[in-house]
């Protein structure tokens, strides 16, 4: 394995122990869904970009990127998409459109004076319409968050804003920007494909003419300042300076962003396999550390009627995945030892005091209520207890919560959580690995292993286990599966020839 990075010192005080960062980096979280991971990497992504420094920032063999980024708080805009409950009842409640501007004046509260969309709209209903379709096409409208953690779709760079606190002039309390966007910065930055992804980031995703971030851009007061207290932050740590999933990830960004499709039909894909390419980097760095040298894998079990085999499969699969992150803090705490140091301990005068010491140095371990006396064995067990508990709070949720989001995994209740793709999900991976219009469909199935670590047909099975874990008849019937709910979705027909062809419509510029 390679040596990591050295991690900031002020992010390793930060924290009551240093392991989840240290496998992974600082940090994943559970409470960021991938929208928001996707929402975070483009804010800071334009942050850098008006400095013309987006994915150019320096690094090397042993040098962290270093740089602070700037996010805008944007608080008048969002006051009026996200907490302004009043502008459907005085629209409903009044008749004309002086009336209905002097009670919504009157009726919304805010720190900014907002008279001067009475001239900008003129119809007041023009205004609610506005607002109300921003509203429906925000970011993850279900969720219930807090007016302050409630996001845009974003239609261009006008659009991104930072997470904040309830009390919104506050410092950010990092529950919803978590900094794994900043980890997803970060993998793109090191992937060597940096200065091309920034060149179509900007023309395809943070166009300033894009229509929505137009009218975006009219919403807050005259003269008002964008960069005008915003939130400042450092980048996050990325343990390892190279890795392949870095260049696989640029490479599913490149191919989507070549696509004949606009920026505002890119932006849902790209999150969905961000986030997957991430999912494959946490459990590959979680088998590195418990000494595992095989492959992640993914059993997706193609919805099905009644009940097969291979939802047993893929359940179990999905199990030892999700279990594996757990087992790499494990592995991470038990190679203390292995150290030399830890023996020095144990040959110490105080041999508690002298692993005490060692622990807490080694792992940055600094509990609240302090480090537990006692004997070398029960302080060790104390601080893999703590590693462990800590890392199910958060990081140990995110292969479930992730997987779910993203379309990749199903719970039910009475049969647990298993791989199950849905729609959005397929279109995305057709738009990915669909490279020249066309793919022979059993070439398709051998892609999306190749490219993703997904398993649908036997011949994949086979690669990933070594033998078939399963009767081959049960894999057959899944590829079946998967034909038909492709050729439904139409991604998916037989020519003439009787070989099936999955087809991206949306065909590469290059």
């Known amino acids: 394995m390679k040596a990591r990075l050295e991690a900031p010192a002020k992010y390793r005080k930060d924290v009551n122990v240093w392991v989840d960062e240290a496998i992974w980096g600082h940090r994943l979280y559970n409470d960021q869904t991938p929208w928001l991971v996707f929402l975070e990497f483009l804010a800071i992504f334009q942050s850098r ?35 302004n409950p009043h502008l459907r009842f005085v ?28 001239d900008r709209f003129g119809s007041f209903a023009r205004l609610s319409r506005v607002v109300e379709l921003f509203q429906t096409t925000a970011v993850e409208p279900h969720r219930k968050r807090r007016w302050t953690s409630r996001f845009l779709f974003p239609y261009g760079p006008n659009c991104l804003y930072a997470d ?40 395809k995703l943070l166009r300033h003419d894009e229509t929505w ?83 992640p894998k993914f059993v997706l079990e193609i919805a099905s009627p009644k009940r097969t085999t291979l939802f047993e499969l893929s359940k179990e ?76 709070q958060h990081v140990g949720k995110v292969h479930l919560e992730w997987a779910k989001q993203i379309g990749l995994a199903v719970s039910r209740r009475g049969s647990g959580t298993w791989y199950s793709p849905d729609d959005s999900l397929l279109k995305a991976l057709v738009m990915c690995v669909v490279d020249e219009g066309r793919e022979e469909y059993h070439r398709f199935l051998s892609k999306l292993y190749e490219k993703f670590r997904l398993i649908i047909g036997p011949n994949e099975a086979e690669r990933a286990f070594g033998t078939l874990p399963t009767d081959q008849n049960a894999f057959l019937q899944n590829t079946q599966r998967l034909e038909q709910r492709l050729r439904t979705l139409g991604l998916l027909r037989r020519l003439s020839d009787d070989c099936a062809y999955v087809e991206n419509p949306f065909r590469s510029n290059k």
């Open 213 to 295: 971030n137009r009218v975006v851009r009219a919403l807050p007061p005259e003269g008002y300042r964008i960069d005008s207290n915003p939130v400042s932050s450092t980048i996050g740590y990325l343990p390892f300076a190279k890795r392949r999933e870095y260049g696989d990830l640029s490479q599913t960004w490149l191919t989507l962003l070549n696509l004949d499709l606009t920026g505002e039909a890119l932006l849902d894909p790209l999150m969905r396999l961000s986030s997957l390419h991430m999912l494959i980097y946490m459990l590959r760095r979680a088998n590195e550390e418990v000494g595992d040298s095989s492959e």
């Open 317 to 392: 699969n999905f199990g030892a995945n999700r279990m594996l992150p757990t087992r790499a803090v494990r592995a991470y705490i038990e190679a203390a030892k292995n150290d030399e140091r830890w023996h020095e301990a144990l040959q110490a005068r105080d041999p508690a005091d002298a692993v005490r010491e060692y622990l807490a140095q080694r792992y940055d371990w600094q509990p609240a209520d302090g480090i537990p006396s006692g004997d070398p064995e029960t302080i060790f067990e104390a601080l893999r207890e703590y590693a462990e508990s800590r890392h199910q």
């Open 49 to 83: 970009q008006e400095q013309a420094k987006a994915l150019k920032e320096h690094w090397g063999e042993d040098t962290h990127e270093a740089f602070t980024y700037h996010i805008p708080r944007l608080l008048p805009l969002r006051q009026l998409i996200f907490n």
């Open 91 to 118: 629209e409903d409640s009044y008749q004309t459109d002086p009336e209905r501007w002097k009670e919504w004046f009157k009726a919304f509260s805010s720190d900014d004076d907002f008279r001067y969309l009475q």
């Open 164 to 203: 904040l606190p309830a009390n919104a002039n506050n410092s950010p309390d990092r529950r919803f920007f978590a900094r794994s966007g900043e980890l997803l910065y970060l993998m793109l930055n090191r992937s060597g494909n940096g200065e091309l992804l920034a060149n179509l980031i900007s023309q």
